[in-house]
């Protein structure tokens, strides 16, 4: 049995990974966390909690401050078992790509949303994805303790071959590089993080030109959930399972 966290978890790809663990990897979750900035405005996700498993907090990622709260109402669920699985899922895109655009305060939120939440929101899970580890409780696939930071091809500096997307990239390769820390700091715990690209997909991010449905793009990732071990520490993955480059 086990337990999975995922953030901005209303909309979007967030809501698909909630949808996709709640219909078909039932048996083996006990307990899934979705966090949305505001219940009130979580209709669809709200709705889910018709499934005991599902358990919905609200977060906001540039409210560093209240990770550890967080983890402290995720540990009264959890109890000694830990939590197996966190994705740092939500994130944000400015319009403001060009150069000539480019402002310092979205600079600054980007980074903000995209790196230091994640990163701070990893720092107040650390505990709880250690006890997970230490009960090599069976987790969704080959790993007992996994954080899955979600990033995108536009981190990649060899791919990038359209400039632009100053705040986006920037914040991007600093989650990248981020997660190969982490998955060096919590190798001996057992814990692996990844940085995973979930293909440019239909969402309000991805916009209607996306060539991937939410539906499509989340059976990627959560089969890759069940695949990931050692060999994808601290890597950065497209949601088939390919590696891309730096
Ligand atoms: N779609 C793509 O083609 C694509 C490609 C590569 C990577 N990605 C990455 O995939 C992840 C999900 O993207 P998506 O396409 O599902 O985007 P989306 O539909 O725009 O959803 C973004 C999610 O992030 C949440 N969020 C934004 N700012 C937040 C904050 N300050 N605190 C907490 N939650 C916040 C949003 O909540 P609200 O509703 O409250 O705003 C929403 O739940 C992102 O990390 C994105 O960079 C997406």
Same mark, same amino acid.
């Given at each position: 049995? #086990?337990?999975i966290?995922?953030?901005g /978890? ?9 949808? +996709?663990?709640?219909?078909h990897?039932?048996?083996? &979750?006990?307990?899934?966390f979705a966090? #949305?900035?505001?219940?009130g405005? @979580?209709?669809?996700l709200?709705?889910l909690t018709?499934?005991?498993?599902? %358990?919905?907090f609200? /977060?906001?990622?540039?409210d %560093?401050?209240?990770f550890?709260?967080?983890a402290?109402?995720v540990?009264?669920?959890v ?7 966190? &994705?740092?899922? /939500? ?11 480019v ?20 720092? =107040?899970f650390? *505990?709880?994805?250690?006890?997970a580890?230490?009960? +090599?409780?069976n987790?969704?696939?080959k790993s007992? =303790? ?6 995108s091809?536009?981190s990649? &500096? ?7 997307f100053? *705040?986006?990239r920037?914040?991007? !390769?600093?989650?990248n590089? =981020?997660?190969?820390?982490?998955s060096i ?7 692996? @993080?990844?940085?995973?690209? *979930?293909?440019? !997909? ?5 916009? @209607?030109?996306?060539p991937l449905?939410?539906?499509?793009s989340?059976a990627?990732?959560c089969?890759l959930?069940?695949e990931?071990?050692?060999? $994808? +520490?601290?890597g950065? $993955?497209? $949601? ?6 730096w």
């Amino acid at each position: 049995m #086990c337990s999975i966290l995922i953030t901005g /978890a209303n909309r979007g790809i967030g809501l698909g990974l909630v949808k +996709n663990l709640l219909v078909h990897q039932q048996p083996k &979750i006990q307990h899934i966390f979705a966090t #949305c900035r505001d219940k009130g405005k @979580a209709k669809e996700l709200m709705e889910l909690t018709t499934n005991s498993k599902l %358990h919905v907090f609200e /977060a906001d990622l540039i409210d %560093h401050g209240s990770f550890f709260n967080l983890a402290s109402q995720v540990s009264n669920v959890v109890k000694d078992k830990g939590l197996n699985v966190l &994705i740092n899922n /939500a994130g944000i895109s400015s319009k403001f790509t060009r150069i000539g655009l480019v402002k310092s305060e979205d600079l600054l939120n980007h980074f903000k949303v995209n790196t230091i939440g994640p990163i701070m929101l990893t720092q =107040a899970f650390v *505990p709880l994805l250690k006890t997970a580890s230490k009960t +090599n409780s069976n987790s969704v696939g080959k790993s007992s =303790a996994v954080i899955l930071n979600i990033s995108s091809i536009m981190s990649s &500096i060899t791919l990038n071959n359209q400039g632009g997307f100053y *705040p986006y990239r920037t914040s991007k !390769v600093a989650l990248n590089a =981020a997660t190969k820390s982490l998955s060096i700091d919590l190798k001996n715990d057992g814990i692996i @993080a990844v940085n995973l690209h *979930p293909g440019w !997909v239909k969402t309000s991010m991805g916009g @209607a030109n996306a060539p991937l449905s939410i539906e499509e793009s989340v059976a990627g990732i959560c089969k890759l959930l069940t695949e990931i071990n050692q060999s $994808y +520490n601290g890597g950065l $993955y497209d $949601y088939q399972g390919k590696q891309l480059p730096w």
